[in-house]
Nanobody, 124 residues
Framework: QVQLVESGGGLVQAGGSLRLSCAAS????????MGWFRQAPGKEREFVAA????????YYTNSVKGRFTISRDNAKNTVYLQMNSLKPEDTAVYYC?????????????????WGQGTQVTVSS
């Protein structure tokens, strides 16, 4: 089994920054790609960013490119999401997820394990 625990969410003003962390346990973290998704009230869960197992490839949804950065520290079994220039439309519950198979990292179906989520609220 895999346990994923997110932290770092909170309330921030528009234009501010937050760094989310996701600590993993229960598997060899460094062998798997990781992703961040978010879900706003009344909306479907959407892809935000993903990173390959080695960290050399990253992927972003268009709305966060240039503002968010995904990274990982395999020695600490942790993946991060640095969020800058936050906007009210970034308000959502953010989830990290682990992808143990192959396929499209932009799809939630690729991911087998999910954290409980952390709330990010951006005020205008």
């Amino acid at each position: 089994q895999v346990q994923l625990v997110e932290s770092g969410g909170g309330l921030v003003q528009a234009g501010g920054s937050l760094r989310l962390s996701c600590a993993a346990s229960g598997r060899t973290f460094s062998s798997y790609a990781m992703g961040w998704f978010r879900q706003a009230p009344g909306k479907e869960r959407e892809f935000v960013a993903a990173i390959s197992w080695s960290g050399d490839r990253t992927y972003y949804t268009n709305s966060v490119k240039g503002r968010f950065t995904i990274s990982r520290d395999n020695a600490k079994n942790t993946v991060y999401l640095q969020m800058n220039s936050l906007k009210p439309e970034d308000t959502a519950v953010y989830y990290c997820a682990l992808a143990s198979g192959s396929g499209n990292l932009y799809s939630s179906r690729r991911y087998d394990y999910w954290g409980q989520g952390t709330q990010v609220t951006v005020s205008s």
